[in-house]
């Protein structure tokens, strides 16, 4: 694939986004600045901090680092992932537009499009990773999530891209699960790029927080607006919390993506699996696509068991293994996604793989699969 992430590495990239600006006297890290008010100038046209929920200094740290690692020329953030998604739905949407969302991906942004969006006169389709191209032909705006989460499946975003462009449609991506480390949807036709840094940015399974990234300034516009009216925010200990992360999220995502490589050549194959998806897999029907895309496959696994009694004991035999939902911490979490709705066998697994020793790992999820 082409390389756009320039002649840094990843650790690189994140560790030179999250740093303080080198000033003499000054601490080298990031510190948090909380605060509510501001003293205001007796300049009533001064462009400075008035109120905590229209800016905040610390926000701006972090915007200014997510604008780097996704290739933006700014971001936007927001108090979770969903909050990022439908603050940019209600800013690009309105009464007869047609809007694209994932049919295989996040369950919740299908069920905002149909429960919000659709009541307020959008017109809602929800389209498979496989369908989304086809879909876009009549789209106004498009949302994909690729991989898609919890499916795996992806979507080729060049083609959905060049697709949007020729009927001036908008095209919002969803990269929660490939992160800016392993992939840049903007390079790839995409007018936005949305995400939850709960997730692997973050990686610490302790705050909630999201994003919008892009380099169309009345778009950033439109959605800091939706931010300031319907007051979306993070706190701003939470934003210096994800800027601190940010240093050490290209070692902590490589291991991820390492170690969810070596659970999917073991579950491949195993006789108590039915189904394995990874991207990164040669024999995965969307490997062709995200080799082309991708830097990164990522660090999400997904496996068929026999049935939900069979995921529980997998979790019950480890020593490693955690069950909860979300994903990207540094600790492997199996999550059995039917327990949330999904349309999934009850014994489908989304593994989410950690930063734990990789031999260890594997011996560990070994041992747990016997005798299944």
């Avoid at 002649?7 to 000033?23: E, L």
């Amino acid at each position: 694939m082409t390389d756009t992430y320039g002649t840094d590495g990843p650790s690189t990239r994140c560790v030179k986004a999250a740093s303080a600006q080198p000033v003499p006297g000054q601490p080298v890290a990031p510190f948090p600045i909380t605060a509510s008010a501001y003293h205001l100038s007796d300049d009533e046209t001064a462009d400075l901090d008035t109120y905590g929920r229209s800016s905040n200094p610390t926000w701006r740290q972090l915007e200014s680092a997510l604008a780097q690692l996704e290739g933006a020329t700014s971001a936007l953030i927001f108090g979770s992932g969903m909050a990022a998604i439908t603050s940019a739905l209600r800013a690009l949407t309105a009464p007869g537009t047609t809007l694209v969302v994932p049919g295989d991906g996040y369950y919740q942004v299908r069920a905002y499009a149909t429960e919000y969006l659709a009541r307020n006169g959008v017109n809602v389709v929800a389209a498979s990773s496989s369908e989304m191209v086809d879909a876009a032909g009549d789209a106004d705006v498009v949302l994909a999530e690729t991989p898609a989460n919890p499916s795996l499946d992806v979507v080729d975003l060049h083609r959905l891209g060049m697709v949007c462009r020729s009927r001036n449609a908008r095209l919002i991506v969803d990269n929660t699960a490939a992160t800016p480390l392993g992939q840049q949807p903007l390079s790839l036709g995409a007018d936005l790029v949305v995400a939850s840094a709960t997730k692997a940015l973050s990686g610490h399974s302790d705050l909630i927080s999201g994003y919008v990234a892009g380099s169309h300034p009345e778009l950033l516009d439109a959605i800091a607006r939706e931010r300031l009216l319907s007051g979306p925010i993070p706190g701003a200990f939470d934003a210096w919390l994800v800027l601190r992360s940010l240093g050490s999220a290209g070692l902590r995502f490589e291991r991820q993506c390492y170690n969810a490589a070596a659970l999917a050549a073991l579950l491949d194959g195993h006789p108590s699996v039915s189904r394995v998806r990874y991207p990164g897999l040669p024999g995965d029907p969307a490997h062709p696509v995200a080799a082309a895309q991708m830097r990164r496959f990522g660090g999400l696994v997904s496996a068929d068991l026999a049935d939900a009694a069979a995921a529980r004991d997998v979790v019950q035999r480890s020593e490693l293994l955690v069950a909860s939902t979300s994903f990207g911490g540094i600790h492997t979490s199996v999550d059995r996604r039917a327990r949330w709705g999904d349309d999934v066998d009850a014994g489908f697994i989304r593994i989410s793989a950690g930063i734990e020793d990789t031999d260890d790992l594997i011996a560990d999820v070994e041992r747990a699969l016997h005798g299944l």
